[in-house]
């Protein structure tokens, strides 16, 4: 078992409805991430969290909304979705230590998301 | 031209062999290298981590890092079958931030 959890594990939501996925850790760590990975890539880096202040924002669509409510938490908000954002999306986290910001990030199991 | 390079396979091994896996990248700014391995519908689980140039090991996996070549390697010795799985090469430079580049993914297959 990962000690990155999300949830749902799995999602499958229409085109004009409203869903969060959520990420929880209990690491002490104070680095998150958002990343999608389509099938058979490697993950792609949406957003990163730190010390609860978004630190990177990839170009990502304002259909997808991060959101950090403390230090533990993690949740990405969908709206509006479209068919080719179906994928699996996964949260990390990292140490962050101000002085070293390169720790290896840990990653959940990621929620398997369709778009009908 | 990618920053990390990776074949994605699939290699397919017979059990008890001696699987290599490898990376070429561009970027001299690299300083820390990981190998991921994911398992299907599972999330990255990170397997070694690796600060510059040089050799790691645990257990059963060896890490090589060649600054000078810009390669890096993965080595399983007495590979199982619950070794495939993808295996992911990373890597972020030594000025800070927390941008990873991740490799396309190695498929491994060890056949009982």
């Known amino acids: 078992d990962t000690e990155v959890t999300q949830t749902p594990k799995h999602l499958v939501m229409g085109m004009t409805n409203k869903k969060s996925l959520k990420c929880e850790q209990h690491m002490g760590h104070r680095a998150m991430y958002w990343y999608k990975q389509k099938a058979k890539k490697p993950p792609e880096l949406m957003f990163v969290?730190?010390?609860?202040?978004?630190?990177i924002n990839e170009s990502v669509p304002s259909r997808f909304s991060p959101e950090c409510p403390n230090s533990s938490l993690l949740n990405l908000h969908l709206h509006a979705l479209q068919p080719e954002d179906s994928a699996l999306y996964l949260c990390?986290?990292?140490?962050?230590?101000?002085?070293?910001?390169?720790?290896?990030?840990?990653f959940g199991d990621g929620t398997r998301l369709s778009i009908l | 031209q990618k920053e990390v390079e990776q074949d994605p396979g699939p290699l397919r091994v017979p059990e008890g062999a001696i699987v290599s896996l490898n990376c070429t990248y561009s970027n001299s700014a690299f300083q820390y290298f990981m190998w991921y391995r994911q398992y299907s519908r599972k999330g990255p689980e990170l397997l070694m981590y690796t600060y510059s140039s040089g050799n790691k090991e645990d257990g059963r996996f060896t890490a090589q890092v060649d600054k000078s070549s810009k390669y890096i390697s993965l080595f399983i010795r007495d590979s199982q079958p619950s070794d495939s799985a993808t295996y992911l090469c990373a890597m972020s430079e030594n000025t800070g931030g927390f941008k990873t580049i991740f490799g396309a993914g190695t498929r491994l297959f060890v056949k009982a």
């Open positions: 990390a986290s990292s140490q962050d230590y101000r002085d070293r910001l390169d720790q290896p990030q840990h």
């Open positions: 969290y730190s010390y609860e202040k978004l630190s």
